[in-house]
């Protein structure tokens, strides 16, 4: 504890429930373990019972395997500490609404803030909820002091702010209402700021996949070109190729795809339903790959026929060179994965937008109708008969089950099973959550509608800014697909002028089919990083693995 001593701090902001000294053991002991294997691995390389010839890989087994693992044991709690507030930086505004919403109702902050550990739509917040009552609990302090300590326990500068100016505006005897509603407007202005900062980061990134997916990948064509001209040297041979195409840059992308997660906003609940439709996809894109592309590769490969055939027809039709079909044949497979997912997203996508701006405009219906006199629920019932685009369906069973006298929490669990958009979730949840506890005054009422409206334009703020960079990926694979198809080109014919032999039908091969790959993952990447989803990015990838073979076609025939 001496040596380690933030392991117990972030221990309590990882809400991890294990006493700093029984957890430091437990790490001394595994690291005892990995040294124990460590100098088992030596002595039987010592005595040659293990015939390893590889000075390098010896040391790094020998050494690294116990630093690494009391570094893992003292970082992990940190890097739950890490992730919690991430989570918890997305959640901390939406919980500040609800605070305003609630206090305007009539509820206490405090009371407010233990009724959010009824919901699961702000996970991280609910954790920190359950924490807070615990310290209340196990130390007796009162509950003001009890969102103080928990404050400066978690280094979240939002957080930290709400829960320290709650607890000096109570002590101060402050008007606590408009000290919650000017911090909700100040989180909902930084959050503004930091989708503006997010839009930056994001062209970044996407310049950067860019450079490497693309100016990378026509560097490593080009040394593969040359290294071809000088047979002798081989300064790229083709395993170093195919492990380029095929291995590195896929996981490159892999790697670009988890830091666009990490830096983007990303809400608690996603809509995970739209991958579903890759399970029927995926078996049969893989299957199509197998009598598609394999056998132009492999000989006695088993095949059907006539579907390996299909990029020969399509090959002919289009009077490309031969060595294109296993191009085609991948274009075709990926195509046949990527068709359903666009679809499906297509579908979710439409519908969840319709209904937040169905949602956003009855909120503000909603208040107007109030202010005439209307009880909420009967405010609601009189609001069914509107049209609100994509919610109205869902505003008109909602009206009906209040008419059957369903209660209002039934009635948001029945919302919840059919609509997964967060943003929809948490209006609801603070609708019927003010109409519970407060009665839904107009100024409750009035504070949420204002909320949902500036939620709303915080999402299509951040759409505008990122749509823009969708230029960059078309622009990089036509320039590679071009440019490759035109140096093959140019290379065949200057060898064949010179008189020297080459195998033109599998440098095509080598040099075509790669380049449909590259443009499936960057549309991939690219719709992940510009829109947030990856299934965004089947879209684009199906769009650029088009224009690839349009690039292929018009090099080939017009360049």
Request: charged share 20%; net charge positive.
């Amino acid at each position: 504890m001496r040596i380690f001593k933030s392991v117990e701090r972030d221990m309590e902001a990882a809400n991890i429930r294990l006493h700093p000294e029984v957890y430091l053991s437990i790490v001394g002991f595994l690291t005892f373990l990995t040294s124990l294997f460590s100098f088992s691995f030596f002595l039987l390389w010592f005595l040659e019972i293990l015939p390893l010839k590889i000075p390098i890989l010896v040391f790094l087994v020998l050494v690294l395997p116990p630093p690494i693992t009391l570094t893992l044991g003292v970082l992990i709690p940190r890097l739950i500490a890490s992730n919690k507030i991430s989570g918890l930086k997305n959640e901390i505004p939406y919980a500040s609404m609800y605070l305003s919403v609630m206090t305007s109702g009539g509820l206490s902050p405090y009371a407010s803030l233990l009724r959010l550990r009824n919901t699961d739509l702000l996970p991280r917040l609910k954790e920190e909820i359950n924490r807070i009552i615990r310290v209340t609990l196990s130390t007796g302090i009162d509950p003001v002091s009890a969102l103080a300590k928990a404050a400066k326990d978690l280094k979240l500068k939002e957080y930290s702010q709400l829960l320290l100016g709650y607890a000096s505006t109570t002590k101060t005897g402050g008007d606590v209402l408009h000290y919650l509603y000017s911090q909700t407007e100040s989180m909902f202005r930084r959050m503004a700021l930091r989708i503006k900062v997010m839009g930056d980061r994001m062209s970044l990134l996407m310049e950067g996949y860019t450079i490497i997916a693309i100016l990378g990948a026509l560097g490593i064509y080009v040394m593969f070109i040359i290294s071809l001209s000088f047979p002798k040297f081989q300064a790229l041979p083709p395993e170093i190729f195919f492990f380029f195409s095929f291995i590195l840059l896929p996981s490159i992308s892999v790697l670009f795809l988890y830091l666009t997660e990490t830096m983007q906003i990303n809400y608690p609940i996603s809509q995970w339903e739209t991958y579903l439709a890759l399970l029927g996809s995926i078996p049969l894109g893989v299957f199509m790959m197998l009598q598609m592309v394999i056998p132009y590769f492999v000989d006695v490969f088993p095949h059907i026929p006539v579907l390996s055939r299909i990029p020969m027809f399509l090959r002919e039709m289009l009077a490309l060179r031969e060595g294109c079909e296993p191009a085609l044949g991948l274009a075709i497979s990926l195509i046949v994965v990527s068709l359903p997912v666009i679809v499906s997203d297509r579908v979710f996508s439409e519908e969840e937008k319709g209904i937040l701006d169905g949602m956003t405009r009855f909120l503000r219906d909603l208040v107007e109708n109030r202010k005439t006199g209307l009880s909420p629920e009967k405010s609601i019932q009189l609001l069914a008969e509107r049209d609100y685009g994509k919610f109205s369906k869902y505003l008109r069973l909602m009206s009906a089950e209040i008419s059957w006298g369903i209660p209002l929490r039934k009635i948001f669990r029945d919302f919840r099973n059919r609509v997964k958009n967060w943003i929809c979730l948490i209006n609801l949840y603070l609708l019927i959550d003010t109409i519970e506890a407060g009665g839904g005054t107009e100024r409750s009422l009035e504070t949420l509608a204002e909320f949902a409206e500036e939620t709303k334009n915080l999402e299509y703020e951040r759409r505008a800014r990122l749509i823009p960079l969708f230029i960059v990926p078309y622009m990089g694979a036509v320039i590679l697909t071009l440019t490759t198809t035109m140096l093959l080109q140019l290379f065949t014919s200057m060898s064949s002028a010179s008189g020297v032999q080459i195998a033109v039908k599998n440098l095509t091969e080598t040099l075509i089919t790669p380049l449909i790959l590259h443009s499936f993952t960057l549309g991939i990447v690219s719709g992940k990083i510009v829109s947030g989803r990856i299934s965004a990015g089947f879209k684009h990838a199906f769009l650029l693995i088009m224009l690839s073979i349009v690039g292929i076609y018009v090099a080939t025939h017009i360049l």
